[in-house]
Structure formats: structure tokens, C-alpha cells
């Protein structure tokens, strides 16, 4: 739950019809595309710039190589000859040409497929009305000012009225006992990882590698351990368990598992995000710490990652950059999304009222550095070109806005909040069909924090979108202040798993939301 971008207070009331002119400005992401820092552009072009040394000894060899069939065998026997009367040039050309393969292969990033991925569907008896939500607050105690806030939040929130409580919380009073954690964490993880063994035929004893994410709970045992327990997971498995890194945790996890994929040869990793609502309900009556009780849900999402050849044929995706940004060195941003307890001794996550400026300054930050990886060099050029005439000739230009549905075809915003969503589709001027992947998780689901990204791109798959060749970025928010992406590209036209979470309403959706609320239905795709 920590970390989630959600509106402070005073952000979640706006309507869609509300207008910039008439939003205070701490309420909105600040138009970071007008004023973006040139170290973050030097340093994209820097991650480029990597990339392609090794690249660039790809085509310098078929060179050679097509040169070489090109030459008369009359000229190729002299050099031989040439060659054996000159044992020091023969001895410099075959140290250079050792040397350079070792290099590439020494540098070249290997490949990362994503094979597929599941996500977890709470059963029905865990869904929780609008109604229910308020009688059960009113049962634990809220203030009914803080009851007010909540039935305000909960109205204009874009959820709808299927989202998932964890088994502890339904129960009057409700039960933040540690058995009950557990209970939560085990049904949701083993519940994605179930479906995501199934619908794979990799068994337990293949993975070499895991990575669970979660931010609020960390017991003893780790949560990785409960894994490794439940499947017999092998003795030498490298796992690791990710606490308290908020809702961009699940692109750090699989920033992690690249690592060790670019370490250890033909193997899977496995990558868990979750988060844990049962212990982490806030049971007073702070408003900068009720909105988390009123956005997060129960959700979980299990990746299976290979850097196995043989897995290309297979897989979904693959894995092209992750470019992370971390904004925690400044005060403000570390303060701005905060574990702490408030004057009654009651735990919760406060956010700042100035999460969402500290959120567009990352994110800002993050897609400047992203922009040389991925943008066409029509872009680039017209980008860099006015930011060089602005920055070092101070002239009076309007800075140009990179087109970033020129370098996507799907974007996964994290469903953090209904605010965050609008203002992020507002400054990167992208089309409704483009957040339509967050809008309905938020609806459906919630905020299921981390795990959020892989419900909107299951989304997009059950909606039959993912064609091959289709780029699709996956970007999320978390305490920190972090601001993290991951790229991926599809490798064939992409059909959802056997078992998804949209199965049984996919065909309901679109839904159209106005002031956060359904007015009706679309069945296209």
C-alpha cells in the first residue's frame, strides 16, 4: 500500500468536468514537459549510446563477412599467401578478431522473454460494496466527519462496487491479526502462481530464480520463503523478497530478475507483486491517511520470466529497457508518502499535499532518460533541437512535445488513483483509448498496487489488442520517491492465458465514468 500514488485530500473530490484553471496547482501533476533538465537527456543518450557499441559489431562483422564472398578467390589465395610470409599481421588480425568477439560476447545483453504471467481473482464472497464499505466503517469507530470523507472518496474514486477486501477486514470487528495476514498473502500469491504454473507447464523445480515484492507486510518467514515452501522450490534457489519499495516495486523486481538472468544461464525467475491489506487498515481518523483504506484492494500478479533460447518460440514479450528513477536524496519526496502513526498511536500511510508536484518531477526525470531509448529520431531531433536553442541560446521557443504514441502502442499507467490516471493522459496528450487499460483495473479492481500493470496489460490482451511488433510501457509510482518504467515488446499476435481475472466481464467493459461513476457499457473492442 505505501508508495501508491493516490490524491491527497483534497484531490480526490474533482470531477471530469473540473478544468486546469480552476484546479489549485498542488492538486495537479505540473507540466513537466515545459521544462525538462538536459543532464536527464544526456544521461538517455548515455544508456543509448551503451546499447549500441555492442550492437555495432553485429553489422561490422556481416561487413567483413559479405565482403569476403564478394572477393575473387584469385585475390583471397595472394592475401593467403601474403599472410604466410607475414606471421606478425596474421597474429595482429587474429588477436583483434579474438578480442572483439570476446567483448560482444561478454557485453551483449542476452535476451529476457516474458513466457507469460497471471494474476489473482479474489473469490465473490470478498467483494465489497459501496454501502457495506460505509456500514463497516461505521461499526470500527470513524469519526462521521471521517465517514463523510470516506463516502466522498469512495463516490468519485472510479472504483466500482466489485473490488476485493481481504477475509480479515470483512469480519465485525475486523481481524488485522498476523494469522489473517498470512491467510491474505498465501491465497493471493499461491493463487497467481497456480494459474501462472498451469497455464506454462514450467514445474517449481525449474525456477533458479524469485523475487516477491511487498511493501507493508515482511513477516518471519519471508513471503519469498512461503513460496519456496509451498512448491519445494530447489535448495540453490537465489530468492529474494522486496520490502517497503511502494507501488513501483513490481518494474524494480523485474529490473532484479534481468540482472540475474544476465548472470546465470538457461533458467526461469519468477516474479511476485503483491500487497497486503490485512494489518495495514487505518483505523483512525486522519484524512491524508484514510484514502489508502478507500483505494487499495486485494490483488497479485506472478511473472515468469526465461533468458532460455528455446523460450523465445513461446514467449509473450521481451523485455527491452527499465529505466528507474529515485528522487528520495530530497526531503520532500521521501517525506511525501509516509508510514507513521498520528496523535492516537494509529499506524497508516500519510500522503503529502505535495505528492502529486514530487510525482510529475519524477516522472519528468524518468521520461526524459527514456525518451533517447525509445523515441524515433524524428523526435529526438526536433525535441533536442528546440532544447538546445532554449537552453544554450536562450531563444524565445515554445519547447517541443515529444509524441510518445509514436514510440507505443499500449501504455500501463499504474492505477494508483482516478487523479493521477487524468493527469498523466493530460500531460503526455495521449488519447482516452490509451488509459483505458488503468481506468477499468481501477474500476474493477482497485489499487492493487504493484501488481496493477500486469491487470492492465491482461486487460489489453483479453481485449485481443497486443498485436506482434506492438510496444508496451509499463510505468509506476511508490514511495520514495521513485518513478520506474519497463518496455516490452511483443513477440507474436498475443492471446491471453487460459485464466484471467477479466474472464467473466471482459465483455463488459469499456465502462464510461462520469464524476466516477458508470453510465454505461460498450461490448467493442
Known amino acids: 500500500m505505501n508508495g ?30 515545459q521544462s525538462v533538465n538536459l543532464k536527464y537527456v544526456k544521461l538517455g543518450y548515455h544508456y543509448l549510446i551503451t546499447h549500441l557499441i555492442t550492437l555495432l559489431l553485429l553489422p561490422l562483422m556481416a561487413v567483413i563477412v559479405l565482403e569476403a564472398g564478394r572477393t575473387d578467390p584469385d585475390d583471397l589465395r595472394q592475401l593467403w599467401l601474403h599472410l604466410q610470409y607475414n606471421l606478425v599481421s596474421v597474429l595482429v588480425l587474429s588477436a583483434v578478431l579474438v578480442f572483439g568477439a570476446t567483448v560482444y560476447a561478454l557485453t551483449r545483453p542476452r535476451p529476457v522473454y516474458l513466457v507469460d504471467f497471471a494474476c489473482y481473482k479474489a473469490p465473490d464472497h470478498l467483494k465489497v460494496g459501496f454501502q457495506e464499505f460505509l456500514r463497516h466503517s461505521a461499526l470500527c469507530g470513524f469519526s462521521d466527519d471521517a465517514l463523510e470523507f470516506q463516502r466522498k472518496i469512495l463516490e468519485r474514486s472510479g472504483l466500482s462496487e466489485e473490488t476485493y477486501c481481504p477475509e480479515g477486514m470483512h ?98 525467475a519468477v516474479v511476485v507483486s503483491t500487497e497486503n491489506i490485512t494489518q495495514n487498515w487505518y483505523f483512525g481518523n486522519r484524512k491524508s491517511m484514510l484514502i489508502p483504506n478507500c483505494l487499495f484492494r486485494v490483488g497479485c500478479s506472478a511473472v515468469l520470466l526465461s533468458n532460455r533460447g528455446a523460450d523465445r518460440r513461446r514467449a509473450k514479450y521481451s523485455l527491452k529497457h527499465v529505466v528507474r528513477t529515485h528522487k528520495g536524496a530530497d526531503d520532500k519526496a521521501f517525506n511525501c508518502v509516509y508510514q507513521e502513526q498520528d496523535g492516537e498511536g494509529k499506524t497508516g500511510v500519510s500522503l503529502s499535499k505535495d505528492l502529486m508536484a514530487i510525482a510529475g518531477g519524477a516522472l519528468k526525470t524518468n521520461i526524459t532518460t527514456l525518451g533517447p531509448l525509445v523515441l524515433p529520431f524524428s523526435e529526438q531531433l526536433l525535441f533536442f533541437a528546440t532544447l538546445v536553442s532554449k537552453k544554450l541560446f536562450n531563444a524565445k521557443v515554445k519547447p517541443y512535445i515529444p509524441d510518445f504514441k509514436l514510440a507505443f502502442e499500449h501504455f500501463c499507467i499504474h492505477a494508483g488513483g482516478r487523479a493521477v490516471i487524468d493527469e498523466l493522459e493530460k ?5 482516452p483509448v490509451h488509459v483505458e487499460a488503468s481506468r477499468m483495473t481501477l474500476h474493477r479492481f482497485g489499487n492493487t498496487s504493484s501488481s496493477s500493470i500486469w491487470y492492465e496489460l491482461a486487460y489489453m490482451e483479453a481485449k485481443g489488442r497486443v498485436r506482434r511488433g506492438d510496444r508496451i510501457w509499463q510505468i509506476a509510482f511508490g514511495s520514495g520517491f521513485k518513478c520506474n518504467s519497463a518496455v516490452w515488446h511483443a513477440l507474436r499476435n498475443v492471446k491471453p492465458s487460459p485464466s484471467t481475472p477479466w474472464d467473466d466481464c471482459i465483455d463488459r467493459y469499456p465502462v464510461e465514468l462520469v464524476d466516477g461513476f458508470p453510465t454505461h457499457t460498450h461490448t467493442h473492442k
Open 171 to 268: 469480519a465485525i470487528p475486523p481481524e488485522p491479526t498476523m494469522a489473517n495476514a498470512r491467510a491474505e498473502a498465501e491465497s493471493v500469491m499461491f493463487g497467481a502462481l497456480d494459474s501462472l504454473f498451469a497455464a506454462t507447464g514450467v514445474k517449481p523445480k525449474d525456477v533458479g530464480i524469485l523475487v516477491v515484492n511487498c511493501s507493508l507486510f515482511n513477516p518471519t518467514p519471508s513471503l519469498s520463503a512461503m513460496i519456496v515452501n509451498r512448491y519445494k522450490l530447489r535448495g540453490n534457489v537465489r530468492s529474494f523478497n522486496l520490502g517497503g519499495m511502494g507501488c513501483s516495486a513490481g518494474v524494480i523486481a523485474i529490473d532484479l530478475a534481468r540482472d540475474m538472468l544476465q548472470v546465470h544461464r538457461g533458467t526461469y
Open 4 to 33: 501508491g500514488i493516490a490524491p491527497p485530500p483534497a484531490a480526490a473530490a474533482p470531477t471530469e468536468a473540473a478544468t486546469a484553471a480552476t484546479t489549485p496547482s498542488h492538486r495537479r501533476l505540473p507540466d513537466f514537459l
Open 427 to 431: 500531460n503526455l496528450q495521449l488519447q
